[in-house]
């Protein structure tokens, strides 16, 4: 089956419109994002009311920000997991530590705005838990899998095609790094090595992260090692 995959930027939030059968949308942008959202649709010829699902990677509020008003508009079902599904219902904004030394700077810098920003909340349609969701019913080949390390409740969504849509489980864009790689901001490292083998030996080959450009899952065997 043939799949189209679509980058739309919302804020720093790169999101991603995959479809196949249906129509999915991976991660819901920063928040006051809605008009991008409505713009980029346009721009890709694509009904918003296509989109069957939102997938949100994890909640923190760069990537769950316009997810109420993007749901309203589409009809779509949000799907997220339980670590973090009272993060969108509840409107809360936890921060990852940095697990470099820029990142530590980075999140402190980031703590500073955070009272300026505000998650409207909604209901989370599906609360993932730690194994397997499969995509087949929203008309894509592929699932939903549980890669903890970033946050506790990160998934990553790997197509049979190898594409691997993962969130900040890897990153490749300024401010945050120069290049292709693992996260400068993480609750824990060795989780994030764990999920990265654990989408090597499902058969990840081209890596989508949520900030910045796709890249091969050749860079990340190399940061492993």
Request: net charge neutral; proline share 6%; hydrophobic share 45%.
């Amino acid at each position: 089956m043939r799949v189209s995959i679509h980058q739309i930027i919302l804020g720093a939030d790169h999101c991603y419109i995959i479809q196949g059968e249906s129509t999915i949308m991976i991660d819901g942008g920063a928040p006051k994002q809605v008009k991008g959202f409505i713009k980029a649709m346009g721009k890709l010829s694509i009904k918003p009311k296509d989109i069957r699902l939102i997938v949100l990677t994890h909640g923190h509020w760069d990537h769950i920000g316009s997810a109420k008003e993007i749901k309203e508009l589409t009809g779509a079902k949000i799907a997220l997991h339980k670590e973090e599904k009272d993060w969108l219902e509840k409107s809360l904004k936890p921060l990852p530590p940095g697990v470099t030394a820029w990142g530590k700077i980075f999140v402190k810098i980031m703590a500073m705005f955070m009272p300026l920003v505000h998650i409207p909340s909604t209901k989370v349609d599906i609360v993932l838990g730690d194994g397997d969701f499969s995509l087949t019913e929203y008309g894509i080949q592929g699932k939903i899998m549980h890669t903890p390390g970033h946050s506790m409740g990160s998934v990553s969504v790997l197509l049979e095609t190898g594409d691997a849509f993962v969130g900040d489980l890897a990153m490749n864009m300024l401010p945050l790094r120069l290049g292709p790689g693992l996260p400068i901001l993480a609750e824990d490292m060795q989780k994030v090595r764990e999920s990265w083998q654990l989408l090597l030996d499902a058969g990840a080959k081209t890596i989508y992260p949520a900030h910045g450009e796709p890249f091969s899952v050749d860079m990340i065997r190399e940061a492993l090692l």
